[in-house]
């Protein structure tokens, strides 16, 4: 198979990479960790390890799944790639109200300054938990109805929060403030915001995921109804030998 792979792009830049009717894309997982993050689009185990052989051949040291909940890890094990990271799910019955105290000061941003909200990403998060602008895209574009909420602080964004709905559920699918803006309310505010956007698209649950040691996001997360699901995602690497 890796003789008949088709690769559209230029690596580091993202690539399409396909097999007939079977398709891959890579990127940059982010610019800390400049090795690829391969999302599997269609086909098995035998194109999987020929996408990740021919990444490996273009210089990565390390290939890296999505988050993947553990029913749809099977081919990827299978294709070599073991235990990374992992982030644990939770959720919350959304009641169709507003929340109680929500700031008005938050809006939806419809023509995204990227750069802003990459420099308050990497602000927030360092190493391999940063986002990349092709991560934030994504993520805006992940589901039918989608938004980005933003909190100013003074003149300039002092956070955001990208969310999604489809299917009667909601997603949070990034929150990030920067650490100078900590502690004057805005994470929560932003949340607040994020529940009463899922809540207008009738969605019946809003999901997020976080790591097990952000005991403060979790603190929040658990005052405004989330509660741990017992699941987990998991982000797989694939190691040449």
Do not use: C
């Amino acid at each position: 198979m890796p003789s008949i792979l088709r690769v559209e792009g230029s690596w580091p830049g993202p690539l399409t990479i396909t097999a007939g009717w079977f398709k891959a894309k890579a990127r940059p997982w982010n610019e800390s960790v400049p090795d690829p993050m391969l999302r599997l689009e269609r086909g098995g185990v035998d194109f999987l390890s020929s996408v990740t052989d021919r990444l490996e051949d273009l210089g990565a040291s390390g290939v890296y799944s999505p988050a993947l909940y553990r029913g749809a890890t099977r081919v990827w094990r299978r294709a070599g790639f073991g235990d990374y990271a992992d982030l644990n799910v939770m959720e919350r019955p959304m009641d169709g109200g507003p929340v109680a105290g929500n700031d008005d000061g938050i809006g939806i941003d419809a023509d995204p300054d990227w750069e802003e909200l990459l420099t308050i990403d990497r602000s927030a998060f360092e190493g391999f938990w940063g986002m990349s602008r092709l991560g934030l895209e994504e993520a805006h574009a992940t589901n039918k109805s989608t938004a980005l909420l933003v909190a100013h602080s003074g003149d300039r964004l002092g956070g955001y929060a990208i969310v999604g709905s489809q299917w009667g559920t909601a997603y949070l699918h990034r929150i990030a403030v920067r650490p100078e803006e900590t502690g004057k309310g805005l994470g929560a505010a932003l949340m607040k915001a994020a529940i009463d956007w899922g809540n207008h698209t009738g969605a019946t649950t809003m999901i997020l995921n976080v790591r097990s040691e952000n005991t403060r996001a979790r603190r929040l997360y658990e005052r405004l109804g989330f509660t741990d699901t017992g699941t987990s995602l998991e982000v797989l690497r694939h190691q040449p030998w």
